[in-house]
């Protein structure tokens, strides 16, 4: 479904998760509730998907639980039966039966073989819908375009450049908490993961390709953003703010970065792909045109049209 | 000396590569805990030289055993190498596991290099140099003894096997001393590990030291293969194996074809980094996706190497201890072929994230799902073959059903990563590193130490304690549940693998429960070789020379403990599976042959270690670019094989009268044992002969 | 075991076909495997030769390099090679003497030599054209594929050379049989390479 495309306006507040899916929403929470407190209600988890503050992150934790609902059939007569046969049919227990040939039956082999495969069966359908539902290609649903951003990973830091605002930022990813932000990816460098835990799933980037993600948040919060494909010796320190913003701090953050006048051109970019760990946020007012591109084309993958230039 | 010689000689080896001069240089914490493990790889080695010349022990070493074409002795040096290795390899985690435990928003202990380099070797050594040895020495031990076999199809090769995995090894045991190892954790991945980012010595440690063992695994797969197609004894049809020859006969399958793969990958990685090619470069038309495609064409079945052939132990063990028929046999060898099939159909799995399209990740999530309905079938046959049993809980017996429960939970977290947007939001996380430790402990380590305590009285003679067995276990298992459920919840709060330092505060109990259970697992390792140091201690109480110590119901079970270099006075004739318990139940075991006859060996060969000891130089000189070594091993490996294909005079022939006096002799002490009940197994009153208990039910 | 049994021609080590072929079996057998594990060596590398093909970023291109004619005289050569081997396992079969089987592996030898003198003046030009493995992904695809194919092939005259010393040495026992039947699969699984190489790489390449 394509988003309806207005004038690209985001003051006005529109709803944010579609009517369809809030029952169902809804359900999920209560459900993942259930799971934090068993699991001791701990911060811990609160960091990650199931402490969902997105659209794609509430739909991912709806269906991690339906997931392990429908597993708790497989693991509980496991978890059961072995203890149980174990114990009771141990050497001293005299009283329990011993047929020791005995190896086969057919009513058995039935129950043996066919529940798994019945389970996999639905198991089956809910990946299959869960996958392309959650296909982190597919645009979000939303009355308003997405914000696009290009994202660059950098050896040990990450490049977001705006190019409809014209602007860039590193190691800080803002938007309007009230529109989905359309991501593509690439690498400067080594492939690396690009991951907001609270919000979506995490996507690779690689030199010379583009992958895609949409993500979105529920509200306007502060959330991290990391990379989680091992890349060296800064690896650990390649973590940044996430801002989704109201629509008027938003502006107000464009407007900073605009101020600040620095231009991004391929000089620049050359300078700051140098490895290194960046622990400030620093943006760029002006971006050459086409860079992204250009930085595309450093490693011309070749034939991998697949990926280049997404055409999804 | 000038650079030129220098280089000639040492390529570009210097003194900063001993890491006791760059902890001379740079006094930090993390470089003397570096110094300490590279002096501990010296002193070892100097250590075990004293011994060996003090004891005297050069010659049996090398004429007894590493010169060895027996499949026993092979298989208990490759178990041997495995012991070694899984202990560096436990230590490093414990390190890994300290330093994050200590490291929320802290500097911890190691720095973020030696930290790569940690999990790293952890890794590449639990999978290449502990697991595959393990379970490679326990088929090689096992596997022929079950289908009545001499030996293994091609003896020499399995020592030169032996010896190639051994000279990895030994690549990895030396970057330790001498330079540093990969970076890139145990897949390598380019373009990290290409020269490009990684110009140092690091990724050809790792390149080399896995070609040299996959080479090696290739020719164990080919072997065990050929041995179980054409070996077996008269009247041994497939239907009626042993189903740890099943998961052998697969996991041999699954090595033929899923090395050459990882060969390859390894092979373009070495072009890309010695002589410019671009298979996986950023730049001029590499493709890092192709490595990774490679790598997990490997990668995924390896999973099921690692993994068949200790299913296949349970499935002996959990028979033997519950004195009953396994349950669904047949279920089991179509279970078992299933997923040797199945395997090859998921790799992509391992990178769902890679922008793929929505339905090829959602075809190989399904294809991955499959596999569970095999392996659901497999864990309920085990349970039902306790069903009306006499359930024994030694030792091997308990680490099979704490690997049922264990494994089964492995298998749920397994079965939500191959849902791809749920992978999406774990994967790279600590989620992952749980989920396949908690695999691969319970379906492979439970397995191969099972296996080692089920088959050590036969190997040896004399049955392990079991007190500290027990300690042993219950170190690993509790040590198992703490340190890595705690991953779990990490992995769902988002905290990535691989990381050397983190920043969030919630993160710390978890981290340091974890860590708990990390020590704990060491104690477990410690406990099994103080098992084994007791047991050595008290073996004359625990001998069990007749070689029977379980009421077990394959071959191996029939012959002495240790059994003849020969393994059979005669070939036996086999009409039905289980053939030792049926011969047992109907009186027809332990009788002597109508006649002997005369019975032809392999004698012993220095092939295997020259041509391990070749590979090790051409490896080592490759790391280093010292070409003279690397032109010199090379040549030593192809000298030695092309000679050895000069020298008829291979065999040698053991008289039917030795064979005959051996055989007698042993029977002899067959009729002087007393059969005892399973009640007294773990007495020193097994003296390995059973008592028909009870008195079977004619079939 | 019971029951007749098929016994395969070329597994009997000895001038009947009456006995049985014993450990000749187990030897044969294990090879074929590793020809397995071998040919999947080479799926893969075409594989990888398939995904890099265009991946030629300026470098010279199939196109440009291939060149029909010699590519063609490697193929008769080498298909020439398989049937003289062929000759070579008949003789050892069935001539007594073994004049005919040490002429035909030596013109085998030969024909080896003779395919790699073509094979390395091949790369020898491409390189003179400045067609080399450090400049595209399609170049280091090339020059994996098509050498590891004559890596084997001068494994295979080592291995024939080494064979005709040993039948010199110790005439024709059964290892000797053993191996030339061993070295004759080989043979006849790289000419079945070749076979892949010439459609694949340089008939695609040339023809487009």
Known sequence: MMPEVTDGDSAVAPPLVQGRTRHRTRRARVLSAAVLLSLGGCGVLDHGMLGAAGPVADQTRSLFVIVCLILLFVVGPVLLLTPIFAWHYRLSNTKSAYRPQWGFNWPLEGLIWIPPIVIVLILAVFLWRGTHQLDPYKPLASAYPPVEVQVVALDWKWLFIYPDEGIASVNELAFPADRPVHLNLTSGTVMQSFFIPKLAGQIYAMAGMTTQLNLAASEPGHFTGQNTQFNGMGFQNQKFPVLAQAGDDYRAWIARARAGGKMLDMAAYKALSARSVQAEPSRYGAVAPDLFKSILALDDAGAHTAHKEAKR | ????????????????????????????????????????????????????????????????????????????????????????????????????????????????????????????????????????????????????????????????????????????????????????????????????????????????????????????????????????????????????????????????????????????????????????????????????????????????????????????????????????????????????????????????????????????????????????????????????????????????????????????????????????????????????????????????????????????????????????????????????????????????????????????????????????????????????????????????PVGDPWDARSLEWSVSAPPPEYNFATIPHVGRRDVFYWRKAAHGAYKPADHYRDITVPRNSWVGPIVGLGGAACGFGLVWHIWWMTILGFAAVWITVIGRSFVRDTHRVISAAEVEATDRAWLAQVSGAHPIPRQLEESPKNFGLAESFPAPVPA | MSGPQLRHVGLNLHGSDLLEPGEATIGVYGFWIFLMSDAILFALLFAIYGTQLAATVGAPGPQAEFKIG???????????????????????????????????????????????????????????????????????????????????????????????????????????????????????????????????????????
């Not at chain 2, 940690?118 to 999978?127: P, Q």
């Not at chain 2, 079945?301 to 028929?325: C, D, H, N, T």
């Not at chain 2, 219950?474 to 703490?482: H, S």
């Not at chain 2, 779990?488 to 708990?516: C, H, K, N, T």
């Open chain 3, 70 to 208: 010699p590519a063609f005289i490697e193929t008769l050569i080498l298909l020439t090679s398989s049937l003289t081997f062929g000759l070579a396992s008949i003789a050892m079969k069935y001539d007594r003497t073994r004049t005919s089987l040490v002429v035909w592996l030596s013109i085998t030898l030969a024909l080896g030599f003779a395919f790699l003198g073509f094979e390395l003046n091949d790369f020898r030009t491409m390189i003179s054209d400045d067609a080399t493995p450090d400049r595209s992904g399609f170049l280091s695809a090339f020059f994996a594929l098509v050498p590891a194919h004559g890596l084997h092939v001068t494994a295979g005259c080592a291995w024939i050379a080494v064979m005709l010393a040993q039948i010199a040495v110790f005439g024709l026992d059964d290892r000797v049989k053993l191996n030339l039947l061993r070295l004759g699969l080989f043979w006849h699984f790289l000419d079945i390479v070749w076979i892949g190489i010439f459609s694949i790489v340089y008939l695609q390449g040339i023809l487009g």
């Open chain 2, 1 to 544: 000396m000038s650079g030129d010689v220098w280089f000639w000689l040492f390529g570009r080896l210097d003194a900063k590569a001993l890491p006791f001069v760059r902890a001379w240089d740079h006094p930090t914490l993390s470089e003397f805990i570096g110094a300490m493990a590279g002096g501990m790889v010296v002193v070892g080695a100097v250590v075990l030289v004293a011994l060996l010349t003090w004891q005297r022990w050069w010659r049996p070493l090398f004429l007894d055993w590493l010169t060895s074409l027996d499949h026993k002795k092979i298989g208990i040096m490759y178990v041997v190498i495995a012991g070694v290795m899984l202990t560096r390899a436990l230590i490093e985690a414990v390190l890994m596991r300290t330093q994050q435990s200590l490291a929320v928003d802290a500097p911890g202990i190691v720095a973020p290099e030696h930290f790569a380099q940690l999990f790293s070797t952890h890794g590449t050594i639990m999978v290449f140099f502990m697991a595959m040895p393990f379970l490679t020495g326990l088929i090689n031990f096992a596997m022929p003894l079950q289908i009545g076999a001499r030996d293994v199809a091609f003896p020499l090769l399995n020592s030169i096997s032996l010896m190639l995995t051994a000279a990895g090894a030994g690549l990895v045991m030396i970057s330790l001393a001498i330079g540093d190892f990969s970076t890139g954790g145990w897949s390598g991945y380019p373009p990290y590990t290409g020269k490009a980012f990684q110009p140092g010595v690091g990724p050809d440690y790792w390149i080399w030291a896995i070609t040299l063992t996959s080479l090696g695994t290739t020719f164990s797969g080919l072997n065990f293969a050929a041995t179980i197609y054409k070996k077996r004894c008269p009247g041994m049809h497939l239907m009626r194996m042993p189903l740890f020859c099943w998961t052998a006969l697969c996991t041999s399958i699954l090595m033929v074809f899923a090395m050459p793969p990882l060969t390859l990958a390894t092979a373009l990685l070495a072009l890309d980094r010695y002589a410019d090619f671009h298979f996986f470069t950023n730049d001029l038309g590499g493709n890092m996706m192709n490595y990774v495609n490679l790598f997990w064409l490997f990668g995924h079945p390896e999973v099921y190497i690692l993994i068949l052939p200790a299913f296949g132990v349970y499935s002996e063990v959990i028979s033997a201890f519950s004195s009953k028929e396994l349950y669904g046999y047949t279920s089991l060898v179509l279970a078992t072929m299933a997923i040797g099939i199945l395997s090859f159909t998921v790799w992509l799995h391992h990178f769902f994230t890679m922008g793929q399209s929505a339905d090829v990740n959602a075809a190989f999530g399904i294809a991955t799902m499959t596999i569970g309905v095999p392996t659901g079938v497999k864990v309920y046959d085990w349970i039902w073959t306790m069903f009306r049993g006499e359930v024994r809980f030694t030792t091997p017996m308990l680490f099979s059903i704490a690997f049922i429960v264990t494994f089964v939970l492995g298998g749920f977290s397994g079965i939500l990563l191959a849902v791809p947007p749920i992978d999406f939001v774990v994967h790279n996380t600590v989620f992952l590193v749980a989920h396949f430790h908690n695999v691969i402990i319970p379906g492979t380590l439970y397995g191969v130490i099972a296996g080692y305590m089920y088959w050590f009285p036969k190997a040896f003679g004399f049955r392990l304690v079991e007190g500290w067995g027990k300690v042993s276990f219950a170190c690993w298992v509790v040590g198992f549940y703490l340190a890595f459920m705690p991953l779990y919840v990490l992995g769902l709060g988002g905290m990535p693998r691989r990381s050397q330092a983190l920043f969030e505060p919630d993160y710390r109990p978890w981290l340091i429960v974890a860590v708990l259970g990390a020590f704990i697992l060491l104690a477990g390792l410690v406990t099994l070789f103080v098992q084994l140091a007791v047991s050595v201690r008290e073996r004359e109480k625990n001998r069990v």
